[in-house]
C-alpha cells in the first residue's frame, strides 16, 4: 500500500471517530486500517473468514457458515446497519 493510501485510511479512522457517521460517532475502533500481514493479525484473519461466510451463501447459497453468523449483524428496530442486501 502506498505511503499516501496508508495517510487516507488513518484520515479517513480518525474521522470516523472525531466527525462521525449517518449513525453516530465511532467510539471503538479495533485496528488502524492498513495493510498487513495476514499472520500479524487476527482481526484481519476474522474478517476474511466472515467475508468466505458470505460469499459462500450468497453466490453459491452454501449457508453452514453463513447461519453462524447472519444474526449477529448490527440492527436496530428490525433493520439491519452491519449487512447491505440489494433485491
Known amino acids: 500500500m502506498s505511503p499516501l493510501m496508508r495517510r487516507l485510511l488513518q484520515s479517513l479512522a480518525t474521522d470516523f471517530r472525531t466527525i462521525g457517521h449517518k449513525w453516530g460517532v465511532l467510539r471503538n475502533l479495533s ?18 473468514i466472515i467475508a468466505y461466510a458470505i460469499y459462500r451463501n450468497f453466490e453459491s447459497g452454501d449457508d453452514r457458515f453463513y447461519s ?20
Do not use: C, M, W
Not at 498487513?36 to 493479525?41: G, K, T, V
Open 68 to 87: 453462524i453468523i447472519k444474526d449477529r449483524f448490527d440492527s436496530e428496530g428490525g433493520i439491519t446497519h452491519g449487512l447491505y442486501l440489494r433485491d
Open 31 to 48: 485496528e488502524v486500517p492498513l495493510s498487513l500481514n495476514y499472520q500479524a493479525s487476527r482481526l484481519i484473519q476474522l474478517a476474511d
